[in-house]
């Protein structure tokens, strides 16, 4: 691929950026290493309250995403992604360092529950891809998430064994502070995210982009909500394409809209596929007879293949339609589930399907988050894909807790593996319908909406 | 205009995290208190120094490289010997790198063997 040069004030924004949602990504991955080191009794700095109080902690964290993500979201749209993105990053180091000092469940659910998951929302890959949808130049978006994507996926990959080693070496309550030094860089990593302002000089061809970008902003309906705020006007470069002219509307528009309605559908099947594999695959490997190390390495070629794929992905979707890509990959789970299911069961099989997943992983994210952009434009796009990420949270507990459910019942999780596959066939075909086009000017709330 | 490969730049800044990542952890697994297949180079070092200084020997490679199993402590020890590289790898790893002897063999039979 050979296009014009990023200026390096934007190379410093993606590598920012990249580090972020690899150390965000990375650090909440970890939390599963710590449930028998801070939960179970008769260990050394342990806290002893159990598994089940551990567990209700990490769902609340997780509840506190999805349902933090459209608020931060919409926080990013308004005052800019940097400030979320460094409010996120204090709030996150606030949990993980009061974590190591809450020895009850309650406080516990505070910290490592309730601070670790807002932190998250606001500190994590999903709001820097929204930030490089929205200040990236239009032919280096797809790229650029793609970028991000894989790099997300490479924290899941490398701060994992990093974060067991910590904890092996220096014991659980060091392992969570070196985390909290690290998610301690990010607001000031964030300072990056800024958007290049109005008289910034700027190497690449992106300068005039935004020079007139700002000048449309000036010159247009939102001109009167940016009140001489510099930085929210930034925020606003090549943002041009948006027709709703508040967040209300905004709102309106794509809650009104069939098309948003498949998103997130396809969204929540993402969700449950995704939880409902990491979670319950080693448990279903053991059972069919395979060893906890073949079930480790499934894990981590599930995380090694999932950069090569959201790299790839990202790629794709800058130069193919997103609603296609969306339904070859949905499609494509489909298939390798269904495979997994039907061939006979060895550790190659267990391995195989590891790899295939890795590279469909998050692959949906770039086209996902494009696709938002695409039919409403940038300029709520942080707000808009927070939905959608909080229907892949719904959809994400839900496979869990449908997984262990049935499991339960019926003693087996081939029901659960067979529904992961209709799943993914309702995902690809919802897909098809999705209007890849901006979404028509609307008239205002108002008026109509 | 000037143009560029961005995907040469981009696997790079990915192989740089992994480069840094994998540092970090095998730099973390060198502090675990319990001893670890250990990479020795040790070129100045004569074989009956090693053989004699060394804990657990469990290979040769020849030209100064060893495998021993150590702890942090005796690490730093055979660095104070005059080691260049005394380097800490998890099992694994070790394995992987053509560590494969299971069990540490009898200083006397690598000497009476001689080097590989």
């Known amino acids: ?449 | 205009m000037r143009v560029h490969q961005p995907h040469l730049r981009a696997i790079s800044l990915l192989l740089l995290f992994s480069a840094v990542g994998f540092g970090l952890w095998l730099w973390l697994q060198s502090q675990r208190e319990e001893p670890l297949p250990t990479l020795i180079w040790a070129p100045n070092l004569e074989d009956a120094v090693v053989l004699e200084r060394a804990p657990l020997i469990l290979d040769r490679l020849g030209g100064g490289w060893w495998w021993v199993e150590a702890t942090p402590f005796e690490r730093e020890k055979l660095r104070g010997l005059g080691a260049h590289l005394a380097l800490a790898v998890p099992q694994p790893v070790a394995r992987m790198a053509g560590c494969t002897a299971e069990l540490p063999r009898d200083p006397q039979e690598i000497e009476r063997l001689g080097p590989p």
Not at chain 1, 200 to 221: F, L, R, W
Not at chain 1, 275 to 284: D, E, I, K, N
Not at chain 1, 408 to 432: C, K
């Open chain 1, 1 to 449: 691929m050979k296009s014009p040069a990023l200026s390096s004030r934007l190379w410093l924004l993606l590598v920012a950026g990249c580090i972020i949602g690899l150390l965000a990504f990375g650090v909440r991955s970890s939390f599963g290493l710590f449930v028998d080191p801070i939960s179970q009794p008769n260990r050394p700095d342990s806290f002893g309250f159990g598994r089940e109080a551990f567990a209700m902690a990490l769902a609340i964290q997780n509840l506190a995403w999805g349902i933090g993500q459209p608020v931060a979201g919409a926080l990013a749209d308004r005052f800019g992604p940097w400030r979320v993105v460094a409010g996120g990053g204090v709030l996150f180091t606030l949990g993980l360092v009061l974590m190591t000092l809450t020895s009850d469940p309650l406080h516990f659910n505070i910290t490592a529950g309730l601070l670790i998951g807002i932190g998250m929302s606001g500190a994590g890959h999903n709001t820097v891809l929204a930030a490089f949808g929205q200040l990236m130049p239009p032919e280096r978006r797809a790229w650029a998430m793609g970028l991000g994507t894989a790099t997300a996926s490479l924290g899941q990959f490398l701060v994992v064994p990093i974060g067991q080693a910590f904890i092996d070496a220096y014991g659980w309550i060091w392992a969570v502070l070196a985390m909290a030094i690290a998610i301690a860089t990010t607001p000031l990593l964030a300072l990056a995210l800024r958007a290049p302002q109005k008289n910034e000089p700027t190497d690449g061809p992106h300068s005039e982009k935004i020079s007139s970008a700002n000048a449309s902003v000036a010159q247009g309906s939102h001109a009167s909500a940016d009140k001489g705020a510099s930085d929210e006007s930034n925020a606003r470069v090549a943002n041009t394409t948006s027709t709703a002219t508040s967040l209300r509307h905004a709102l309106g528009q794509a809650f009104g809209y069939d098309s948003y309605w498949l998103l997130l559908a396809g969204f929540f099947v993402c969700g449950f596929q995704l939880a409902f594999v990491t979670v319950h695959l080693p448990p279903y490997l053991n059972d069919v007879g395979l060893t906890a190390s073949v079930a480790s390495w499934s894990i981590a070629l599930i995380g090694l293949f999932n950069v090569v794929g959201g790299y790839m992905s990202g790629t794709f979707s800058g130069r193919m339609s997103r609603r296609l890509l969306l339904f070859w990959i949905y499609l494509a789970r489909a298939a390798v589930t269904a495979g997994f299911m039907l061939l006979p069961m060895s550790p190659a099989t267990a391995l195989a399907f590891g790899a295939a997943m890795g590279l469909l992983w998050l692959s949906t994210v770039p086209p996902t988050v494009q696709l938002v952009g695409v039919m409403f434009g940038n300029r709520y796009l942080s707000t808009l894909f927070g939905f959608v990420f909080l229907s892949h949270q719904v959809g994400a507990f839900v496979g869990v807790w449908l997984g262990g459910r049935i499991y339960a019942e019926t003693g087996s999780y081939n029901w659960v593996w067979w529904m992961s596959v209709v799943l993914a066939l309702f995902a690809a075909l919802v897909h098809l319908p999705i209007r890849e086009t901006l979404y028509a000017r609307a008239p205002a709330p108002s008026a109509g909406h």
